[in-house]
């Protein structure tokens, strides 16, 4: 069993940024994959980014390239997303979820409850 719980959430004015972290229960913590995920209201959850168990690769969704970076701290549990550039269409409610492998991170058994951004205009 993997716990996630979400933190760094809160309420920005476009242009600003943010660091989200995940924090992880297990200490086989780098053993998994992890992710990143957004849902606004009304809309399907859709993938945001997510970094290999060695941190050696990661991904982005095109709307967030270059101004989103994963990254994870396997020492520390830990996979933060550092948000620049925010834009009010960022806005949702963020989860992080572990995965074994990096490639089905969206089939995860593992979520967190989630941690709210909401950017204004």
């Known amino acids: 069993q993997v716990h996630l719980a979400e933190s760094g ?25 992890m992710g990143w995920f957004r849902q606004a209201p009304g809309k399907e959850r859709e993938f945001v980014a997510a970094i290999s168990w060695s941190g050696s690769s990661t991904d982005y969704a095109d709307s967030v390239k270059g101004r989103f970076t994963i990254s994870r701290d396997n020492a520390k549990n830990a996979v933060h997303l550092q948000m ?35 950017v204004s205009s």
């Open 9 to 33: 959430g809160g309420l920005v004015q476009a242009g600003g940024s943010l660091r989200l972290s995940c924090a992880a229960s297990r200490r086989t913590f780098s053993n998994y994959a």
């Open 84 to 118: 620049n550039s925010l834009k009010p269409e960022d806005t949702a409610v963020y989860y992080c979820a572990a995965n074994p492998l990096l490639g089905t991170i969206a089939s995860s058994q593992y979520w967190g409850q989630g941690t709210q951004v909401t």
